[in-house]
Nanobody, 126 residues
Framework: QVRLVESGGGLVQAGGSLRLSCAAS????????MAWFRQGSGTERDFVAG????????DYADSVKGRFTVSRDNAKRTVYLQMNSLKPEDAAVYYC???????????????????WGQGTQVTVSS
C-alpha cells in the first residue's frame, strides 16, 4: 500500500519559515517525480513545486519562486519543501504527490499524479 505522509505544517508569523516533509512508503520512491500542491480556504488546489526523480529538475509556481525550495532525499524516501518569507496568502493545506518519473515534466497536470498524501496545514499570521 502506497502512503505519502506530510508533516511540518503549523502556525508561523508572516516572514517566518517552515520546512515541510513528505515521507513515502510502498513505492519505489527513486523512480517517482514528486510535487507539492496547496489548497487554501475556498480555493482550488494549485501546484507549488515539483522535482524530478533524480532531483536534477525543479519547477515552481511563480508565486513562490525565490522563497520556496523543493528537495528530495531518495535514501530517506522523503521530499521536502523549505518555505521562507512566508506570506498570509501562503496559508493552505499542503499536499505532496507522486508522479511516474519516466513521464513527468514541468507543467504536469494534477490528474497525472498517481498518489497523494492527506495534507498538512500551514497557517500564516499577519
Amino acid at each position: 500500500q502506497v502512503r505519502l505522509v506530510e508533516s511540518g505544517g503549523g502556525l508561523v508569523q508572516a516572514g517566518g519559515s517552515l520546512r515541510l516533509s513528505c515521507a513515502a512508503s510502498g513505492l519505489t520512491f527513486r523512480t517517482y517525480a514528486m510535487a507539492w500542491f496547496r489548497q487554501g480556504s475556498g480555493t482550488e488546489r494549485d501546484f507549488v513545486a515539483g522535482i524530478s526523480w533524480t532531483g536534477s529538475t525543479t519547477d515552481y509556481a511563480d508565486s513562490v519562486k525565490g522563497r520556496f525550495t523543493v528537495s528530495r532525499d531518495n535514501a530517506k524516501r522523503t521530499v521536502y519543501l523549505q518555505m521562507n518569507s512566508l506570506k498570509p496568502e501562503d496559508a493552505a493545506v499542503y499536499y505532496c504527490a507522486a508522479h511516474d518519473g519516466r513521464t513527468w515534466n514541468t507543467g504536469a497536470r494534477q490528474e497525472e499524479y498517481d498518489y497523494w498524501g492527506q495534507g498538512t496545514q500551514v497557517t500564516v499570521s499577519s
